[in-house]
C-alpha cells in the first residue's frame, strides 16, 4: 500500500512538473472517471497523508530573526522544551540572541545553545512558553532516493505573520558530501 501511494503521488508530481495543463473542474471530473478506482484512491489518499503530515509540522517551524528582528531564516522545534534546529548563517549575523517567530503569529526569544560553523547547523532554544509545538527528528539514514520530501519555513522573511510555506520535491540523492572551499567554507555531509 505504500508503494502504491509513493508511485501514485510520484506520477501526479511527474505530470505536473511535465507541463500537464490545469484541468478545468469539469475535465478533472472527466479525468476521473478515466483513472480506475484503485489509483484514483491511491492519489487521494497519498493526498490525505502529505495534507496530514504538514498539519502535524506546521507549528514546530520557526521563523528566526536577530534583535533587531532584520536578517531571517528557519528553523525547526525538535523539542517541547523549545530546541530549534537550524543552520550556522541562519544565526550568524545575529550573535547569541534573537527572536523567533511560530505560526501562531507570536514572537518569541530565543538564546543560542551551540553552532558548527563548518557543518552549517545551529541549536537556539526558545523561551517564553511552557511546551512548544514540535516535530522529533527522523533517521536520515533511512531516507531513499525517490522519497518525497517536504520543505517548510519563511524564506527571505516573506511572512510577516510568521506563518510558513510549504513546497514538495524528490530526494535526488543521498549519501553525498562536498568540502568547503573558496569563499564557501560550509562542508556538507
Known amino acids: 500500500m505504500q508503494s502504491d501511494i509513493r508511485c501514485a503521488w510520484l506520477l501526479s508530481a511527474a505530470l505536473l512538473a511535465a507541463g500537464m495543463?490545469?484541468?478545468?473542474?469539469?475535465?478533472?471530473?472527466?479525468?476521473?472517471?478515466?483513472?480506475?478506482a484503485a489509483d484514483l484512491a491511491a492519489v487521494k489518499s497519498a493526498q490525505k497523508q502529505r495534507v496530514e503530515t504538514i498539519?502535524?509540522?506546521?507549528g514546530a517551524v520557526v521563523a528566526i530573526y536577530g534583535n533587531d528582528r532584520g536578517g531571517g531564516g528557519s528553523g525547526v522545534?525538535?523539542?517541547?522544551?523549545?530546541?530549534?534546529?537550524?543552520?550556522?548563517?541562519?544565526?550568524?549575523?545575529?550573535?547569541t540572541e534573537g527572536w523567533g517567530g511560530l505560526a501562531d503569529g507570536k514572537l518569541?526569544?530565543?538564546?543560542?545553545?551551540g553552532t558548527?560553523?563548518?557543518g552549517d547547523v545551529a541549536i537556539i532554544q526558545l523561551t517564553g512558553k511552557d511546551a512548544f509545538p514540535y516535530a522529533p527528528l527522523g533517521d536520515s539514514e533511512t531516507v531513499r532516493v525517490g522519497?518525497?520530501?517536504?520543505a517548510m519555513g519563511n524564506p527571505f522573511v516573506l511572512a510577516e505573520d510568521q506563518r510558513p510555506t510549504v513546497t514538495l520535491g524528490i530526494v535526488s540523492g543521498v549519501h553525498r558530501f562536498q568540502e568547503g572551499s573558496g569563499m564557501n567554507q560550509l562542508v556538507y555531509g
Not at 522519497?147 to 517536504?150: K, R
Request: proline content about 6%; charged content about 20%; cysteine-free.
Open 21 to 36: 495543463p490545469v484541468l478545468a473542474q469539469e475535465d478533472a471530473k472527466n479525468a476521473e472517471k478515466s483513472i480506475s
Open 55 to 58: 498539519a502535524k509540522v506546521y
Open 77 to 95: 522545534l525538535y523539542d517541547p522544551a523549545g530546541f530549534v534546529l537550524t543552520n550556522h548563517h541562519v544565526v550568524a549575523g545575529a550573535g
Open 108 to 113: 518569541y526569544r530565543w538564546k543560542l545553545i
Open 116 to 118: 558548527d560553523p563548518g
Open 147 to 150: 522519497d518525497w520530501a517536504m
